[in-house]
DNA sequence: TTGAGGCATGTAACCGGTTACTCTATTTTT
DNA sequence: AAAAATAGAGTAACCGGTTACATGCCTCAA
């Protein structure tokens, strides 16, 4: 592969004319330059970016560090980086620690001096291990991590105030004896999901210890909650899932055991994903729009590499909106649910 | 940031020796190793890794490049890609042409220095324009395009049989009257599946010129289609769509014009995405592992940088698998799909 | 005792670019 | 016409590591 001063030599210029020329800068005359161009295309050079980022001190690449790489979340979120990366002329190294948390220093570190700025979505990790293991000089944006002790800038999804708006509109519809499928204990948006929903029955409906079931994020988590319900016979007029695929599992299950959806109960997921819209009957659920999350990460962060200062990080939290579907009595069965292929969106 | 000529200094050492205890390479003492090591520790030493890559000429990173970053299509192969990536502590710089193809060569350029090799997933570009912009030094495999022209390793998928044995499959079930909805034009993918549909029919039920109804791989296809079926009274007792999303919309569409699937018509797709399984009647197709696309690219390219020969190019074709359910005739309905949690599968 | 061989360490070139600084020739100013 | 300013090009240092080679010291065989 030819390098620049392969190029100087051929077109009988210096290594510094040959690099203004190639990347138009002044003071070289109209000739040189042509001539520069010539040997550029006769020898095929192309610039190598190692070596010019060395010097730049600029890679033009930002990394991203996801906990994995599983799953709608994860492909909707980089969607959403590369979306903005890519209008900026920006590179994505993708750091993947594998759901193994103490892989986590070791991604960070393999980063320095390939990137110029970090998107991190740590897994459940204390901060002051992020604190350790973050290089303060380079530019980093958390995702989905509240990092108000480090003083970093972050986007988060408001799942509290999500859970709390659908339980409201359970509630509205209705329901009094609500019960929630949880998702992972260890995980922050599955706590919060719990806390908007247990703080909204004790609010509006004074209900103080609601039926809760563990769950772990899964279709037969759903599956195996709505088995205890039927089994055990606990009173509910409504479930709750802490996401989409558990509401599903649920919902299959229920259907099984000959449980009408929402005739006998009413079913609410999270998330909206696709499978939402086109199960039978459709699913009620809270809309997060994940790659909102990657863009607006990705903003921030440009505008970090910009030199800005931000301020408050209040306004990078992205509130879910409630989709009403068919779970939840709205217009149910496929033939009818084709009809209306927009989503109708309800906000109290 | 500390760099290795201040752990030197700090240590007292010089920088080929700090270097070396780094590294953990021979010829270095036990006590001049501490002195290093606590250097590195006390003046939070990390090693610049895009320094290290330009003598080393080894980036440990591959690229990735991809005709877009949508769906689940692509979130798929990536996640392949990093699974073997990963064990080899390999990174993935992800390059994206957001379907504009005169890109390719900026993109292409673009990793020049900055990888070891490359996962190339060209779209419908000429193999010329392939052959001026790689770099023939630069180990590179190809994703989904027949390269016999450039003698470059490609991983791609048997779309053509897949159809085949999809067709196949419909007509031992009783079908005679297969209408295809066909993908994109433009789309290789779409035209191998096209093409594995005509030699079925010509070939098993002696049908030359089937009925082959324009689409787009879109929701909105399908249901277009459906809509001329029913229509235009197109005499059918099976459609075929290229993929699963067509074949999705199709259904609602017969649904809702009274038509039942799959009494008065069968319906089949292609790449069996997760909402294949869990509509209602779930929708019979043919099984693309698209991961596998990814890892098996990546497994080849590895085997390339450790400066193997590749063989013949054969043995990277996956071939599809047929998954038989309720939009054949298989076991219909939400209940009874429920029960059957793992796909059945049946080759002929 | 002497020299060969081995080990720990240092010196400096190098990877492939960028750029501060220098030098010369030409143009502008007075 | 002499002095000053400026444009075009070259020299070489530098980015932050790695590594070939040189050096000095010690051990061991002859």
Redesign the interface.
Known sequence: ?ATLRDVAREAGVSVATASRAINGLGNVTAPTRAAVMEAVKKLNF?????????TRRK?D?IGVILPD????F??EI??GI?LVA?ESGM??????M?GSSHETATVI??????VDGLLLMPPEVKPEMLADNL?P?LPTVLLNYDASTLDLPFVAVDNYHGAYTMTEALIERGARQIVHIAGPKHNRDARDRQRGFSDAMAKLVGERSPVILPGDFSEEAG?EAARLLVQGQLPADAVFAANDLMA?GCI??L??AGVAVPEDVMVAGFDDI??AR???PSLTTMQVKIDRLGSTAMMLLLRLLRGDTLGTASANVLTPTLIARGTTGGPAG??R???IPTTETVRP
Do not use: C, W, Y
């Open positions: 592969m192309v610039p190598h970016s190692g070596a010019r980022s060395l890679t690449t790489l599983f799953g709608e994860f492909s980089i969607r590369d890519h590179h994505l190294l993708l750091g993947n594998h570190a393999s980063m320095r001096g390939r290089d000089a599956a599903l299959l299950q259907a099984e696709p499978l086109h199960i039978t496929l033939a649910a084709a009809k």
